[in-house]
């Protein structure tokens, strides 16, 4: 079925009706969601009876369900919903476009998937929070460059870990609150003359309503900048699980084998967590590189923002269960870690503030610390667990204030 055939003679060569229809069937429920709004506004123009909009009402909230409605006749989601509503279907697009119906139905599916990621987010930063407390205490080199730098705790560093995904949890409500508007009532470009009543947060340009994506970019940079950063703590996963590091062993329910080496445990849910980072980017630009073009309102290649926005949905939500499964998991080798830590060069800018506190100048503490390194005579006059606690946030007491404050955050108890 399709709603222009009314204007175009015969049928479509197959190889263009395949290429024309939209792979769209995840916009069922959000479809009859935005269709129900637009069936109540004809209701209150006086275009559908009572009876009338009651039987769409019933008939969209058993079809929301019902994936299975939509047929490879029906060129998208659209006509499928029009053609499973029978005869008083063909009165439900009375004032409205697909330009309108699919943007509305792609910002409900937009603000949905930004409500699930928030939620995943927050399941995996409450885990590492877990994580975090009962790693208060155990000593690590902090690395710049990834050369030891600092002595730190694995709980200081893990909290680092939750700013990051705190931050992701802001761009998806902002990715959400761009979404929230409605474009019906912009029909295909410039409204209708039925004066029907205005939906609950129309947008205030008709031509903007159909041809913006911008929420839908909104959504898909909260979601590549989230990929980095489980990237960045994948990678941190696979080198603490390696053996030259031994930081931590990976759990067996999230980790696989080698198919050749009986002895190999893989860090495969860590990896490929950093490779769909550069998916996610990618399907940032493409749908960027797609939209840059287009003059206003609407054109069909705004069908291609369905593709990237799904896949997304998807990645998110399995890499986020997957990684929160994992981390669960990890068990630390505080040994190997408090031995690492226990490099004496670690202590080197301790020892350069220890001289400026007796009135050097820092630089030439530091050419005299340094110096000292260099000829191998360098030795510390203290301890790591001593220079964390000297530093207030790595230590312990500053990781439990710190805990206690992303608790807060986050609305959970450990």
């Known amino acids: 079925m399709t709603l222009w055939g009314g204007r175009v003679e015969g049928s479509l060569d197959p190889a263009v009706w395949e290429f024309l229809r939209a792979d769209d069937a995840e916009l069922l429920p959000y ?32 079809l929301a369900q019902d994936r299975g409605a939509i047929l490879r006749s029906d060129e998208d989601v659209h006509s499928a919903i029009e053609r499973r509503l029978g005869e008083v279907g063909r009165k439900i697009h009375a004032g409205r ?14 603000l949905d998937a930004c409500a699930e990621a928030r939620q995943e ?8 929070l877990s994580f975090a407390e009962a790693e208060a205490e155990t000593l ?3 690395y710049t460059h990834l050369q030891r730098g600092q002595p730190v705790t694995l709980g ?7 700013e990051m995904l705190d931050r992701d949890r802001t761009r998806f409500a902002v990715a959400g609150e761009s979404a929230a508007a409605s474009p019906l009532g912009a029909g295909a470009l410039a409204g209708s003359t039925l004066g029907l009543p205005a939906p609950p947060g129309q947008m205030r340009n008709s031509i903007d309503a159909v041809a913006d994506r911008d929420f839908a970019l909104d959504y898909l940079y909260a979601v590549a900048v989230l990929y980095t950063h489980l990237s960045r703590i994948g990678e941190e ?3 603490w699980s390696s053996g030259e590091f031994g930081f931590a062993r990976l759990p067996e329910s999230a980790a696989t084998g080698s198919s050749m080496m009986p002895q190999k445990l893989n860090p495969d849910v860590a990896e490929l967590a950093r490779g769909k980072a550069g998916t996610a980017i990618g399907r940032l630009a493409g749908l960027l590189a797609t939209v840059k073009g287009l003059p206003l309102a609407y054109d069909r290649d705004l069908q291609e ?22 981390v669960a998991g990890l068990e630390v080798n505080r040994e190997r870690m408090a031995a690492a830590a226990s490099d004496p060069l670690v202590l080197a800018t301790d020892a350069a503030e220890a001289l400026v506190r007796e009135g050097v100048a820092f630089r030439e503490a530091h050419e ?10 360098f030795s510390p006059a203290g301890t790591a667990a001593e220079s964390v606690a000297a530093r207030g946030a790595p230590g312990p007491g500053g990781v439990r204030e710190a805990l206690a404050e992303a608790r807060a955050r986050f609305g959970g108890s450990l």
């Open 156 to 162: 200081h560093h893990l909290l680092a870990w939750v």
């Open 121 to 128: 987010i927050e399941a995996l930063a409450l885990v590492v």
């Open 368 to 377: 005299r610390v340094a110096g000292s390194v260099r000829a191998g005579s």
């Open 31 to 62: 479809d009859c969601e935005a269709t129900c709004v637009h069936a109540r506004r004809l209701l209150d123009a006086g275009i559908l009876t009572a009876a009338e909009f009651e039987e769409v009402e019933t008939a969209l909230a058993s």
């Open 140 to 142: 690590m080199p902090g």
């Open 305 to 326: 923002d369905k593709a990237p926005v799904f896949a997304a949905r998807r990645d998110v939500r399995l890499g986020l269960q997957a990684l929160t499964a994992l």
């Open 97 to 110: 476009s697909r330009n309108d119906q699919v943007a509305a139905a792609m910002r409900l599916y937009v």
């Open 237 to 239: 996963i696979v080198l």
